[in-house]
């Protein structure tokens, strides 16, 4: 009885490896690569050479004033996606309350605020990632003086680029309106 049940569970296994380990992966993949070939490789977009630029999914550093600014990331030494994660912080750690206070400063310096602007929650703190792509679209209008200025571009034709950027909820309930910084970035590259 003992040989039946050991041969029965391990006839079982097998199956089950073959289903759950090569079959079903296999199947949702072709499924993925059929229907979502973009999405399914990860979303890559590449520059006028051919060569990948970024990625939809993944914030990345863009350091020069003529671009938008993404969130500040917590992931490593700053976009490191191997090294995601937020900085863990809670909202009464002194750390993060000197460093936030630190990052409104030169938000507003960097985006020559009064010093008296609201500036708007996402601009100042890391996401749950650190490799959060999006920000709000508050943030992006607070950019459109400095990237303007520096671009040497009428701020209307700015502030019209990052409305047509602005990404509503994901089926219209979930999640909130947002801008993809890397689309804006290369839009905004392809303005004369």
Do not use: W
Request: hydrophobic share 40%; net charge negative.
């Amino acid at each position: 009885m003992f040989h039946s049940t050991l041969f029965r569970s391990l006839r079982i296994s097998v199956v089950l490896l073959i289903i759950c380990g090569g079959l079903y992966p296999t199947v949702v993949t072709g499924i993925g690569q059929v229907l979502f070939h973009f999405q399914a490789n990860g979303s890559i977009i590449d520059g006028s050479n051919g060569q990948p630029i970024g990625s939809e999914l993944i914030g990345q550093e863009f350091d020069k004033a003529i671009y938008f600014q993404p969130r500040p990331s917590a992931a490593g030494d700053g976009y490191e996606a191997n090294e995601t994660g937020g900085s863990n912080l809670g909202p009464t750690n002194s750390l993060l309350i000197s460093t936030v206070a630190a990052r409104v400063a030169a938000y507003r310096t960097f985006n020559d605020l009064a010093p008296n602007t609201p500036v708007p929650a996402d601009a100042v703190t890391a996401s749950g990632s650190g490799l959060d792509p999006d920000i709000s679209p508050a943030n992006a209008y607070l950019q459109v003086d400095r990237v303007a200025a520096v671009r040497d571009l009428p701020e209307e034709q700015v502030l019209a680029l990052v409305k047509q950027n602005v990404q509503g909820r994901t089926l219209g309930i979930f999640g909130t309106p947002r801008v993809n910084v890397l689309l804006l970035n290369l839009a905004l590259d392809k303005l004369k």
